[in-house]
């Protein structure tokens, strides 16, 4: 049976612009379980193409989102941005091939089994280096916030417009 995937808060980095990314990730991923799972209707599973489609389009969704981190923690000088890019790159790269893979055997299903590798796959994003990442990011912007000054101001001021931007 299909279980439920939702957000849970205690998932969040506390930086609005990423969860709400992360959120839009599992509603995307959530929602192809929903049309493809074994309980889907006939009419909406059964059809490889269309399943291959959605999960090539959840793929570029989290490269989009692993792009827009990116410039966050170069907007903010990020010093572990070089380890982190690495493992979004990993990421990436196990995703293509577990893509072409689900492609080979030609999937009309999104059966459980890979429905808990794709939710544990960006989990493991979510819950692993992203907190390290938000752990660096709020110890900066405490430090920024109790700082007076030019220098204060203008980092402050990146760290705003990266977060508006994201
Ligand atoms: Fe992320």
């Not at 493809?36 to 989290?62: N, Y």
């Not at 204060?152 to 705003?160: D, F, L, P, Q, S």
């Amino acid at each position: 049976m299909t279980r439920l995937l939702t957000w849970h808060d205690e998932w969040s980095v506390n930086i609005d612009v990423v969860d709400a990314e992360h959120r839009g990730l599992i509603e995307h991923l959530a929602d192809i379980c929903h049309r493809f799972g074994p309980e889907a209707s006939p009419r909406r599973s059964g059809d490889a193409c269309a399943l291959i489609d959605a999960l090539t389009d959840l793929g570029e969704a989290v490269r989009e989102h692993f792009n827009r981190e990116e410039e966050l923690m170069q907007a903010v000088d990020y010093e572990d941005i070089a380890e982190h890019c690495t493992e979004h790159a990993l990421l990436m790269a196990e995703y293509t091939d577990q893509l072409r893979r689900w492609r080979a055997q030609g999937i009309d299903v999104f059966e459980e089994d890979a429905q808990d590798n794709a939710r544990d796959w960006i989990l493991d994003h979510i819950l692993g280096a992203d907190r390290d990442f938000a752990k660096a990011f709020h110890a900066l912007d405490d430090r920024l916030a109790a700082t007076a000054g030019c220098y204060g101001v203008t980092a402050r001021t990146r760290i705003n417009a990266a977060r508006k931007d994201l």
